[in-house]
Nanobody
Framework: QLQASGGGSVQPGGSLRLSCVVS????????IGWFRQVPGKEREGISC????????RHADSVKGRFTISRDNSKNTVYLQMNSLKPEDTAVYSC????????????????????WGQGTQVTVSS
């Protein structure tokens, strides 16, 4: 199971940190991705981290603002979101993917097999 938390309402320019806690899996075997979705739009892959933590990837829309990290001792992945913009408003979900190379992760949603419930992020003045 995956449980995302940390969402909320924030003003433009503010920050939030999302957490994704994974249970029931060997956490260190999986890459974790964060995705977001707005009603009426396609799901967007925004950040991922490889199983080893050595590889990360961010969508162009969040590069330089979002940072992803993982703490294998806590089975948790974090998404630090800074300089938030109104267009970041969405439901954010985390998911797991398995890659043979532990430094690889991609932002293609079809690669991710197990999904958690999302957490709402609202950026508004």
């Amino acid at each position: 199971q995956l449980q995302a938390s940390g969402g909320g309402s924030v003003q433009p320019g503010g920050s939030l940190r999302l957490s994704c806690v994974v249970s029931g899996y060997t956490f260190g075997d999986y890459a974790i991705g964060w995705f977001r979705q707005v009603p009426g739009k396609e799901r967007e892959g925004i950040s991922c981290i490889s199983s080893s933590g050595e590889g990360t990837r961010h969508a162009d829309s969040v590069k330089g603002r979002f940072t992803i990290s993982r703490d294998n001792s806590k089975n948790t992945v974090y998404l630090q979101m800074n300089s938030l913009k109104p267009e970041d408003t969405a439901v954010y979900s985390c998911a797991t993917a398995h890659y043979y190379r532990d430094y690889v992760c991609l932002l293609e949603s079809y690669e991710y097999k197990v999904w958690g419930q999302g957490t709402q992020v609202t950026v508004s003045s």
